[in-house]
């Protein structure tokens, strides 16, 4: 189960960080992702995180302004997001791979575990 929160209404330019907390499994050993979805749009990825860390990947239109980060001991998964744009509104999913294949997948659909989404709204 994964749980998804810290999103929140902020001004443009503003931040904040967006945590999802796993129970009942150990994601530690599997690829990670953060997707959002706007009103009347598709679900898009966002960023995604290898078991360890060490490597990632991001969406052209975050890139420079989101980092996706993991702690493993804790079981959560971060998203800390700066310079926020309205054009970042969005509810916010986690997700996690359902085996240990280690690639990063930019799919909605190679993402087997989801969050229950966390709203996350930028005003201009």
Do not use: H
């Amino acid at each position: 189960q994964l749980q998804a929160c810290g999103g929140g209404l902020v001004q443009a330019g503003g931040s904040l960080r967006l945590s999802c907390a796993a129970s009942g499994r150990t994601f530690g050993t599997y690829v990670m992702g953060w997707f959002r979805q706007a009103p009347g749009k598709e679900r898009d990825f966002v960023a995604a995180i290898n078991w360890s860390g060490g490597s990632t990947k991001y969406a052209d239109s975050v890139k420079g302004r989101f980092t996706i980060s993991r702690d493993n001991a804790k079981n959560t998964l971060y998203l800390q997001m700066n310079s926020l744009k309205p054009e970042d509104t969005a509810v916010y999913y986690c997700a996690s791979k359902r085996y240990a294949d280690g690639y990063i997948s930019i799919v909605s659909s190679e993402y087997f575990y989801w969050g229950q989404g966390t709203q996350v709204t930028v005003s201009s």
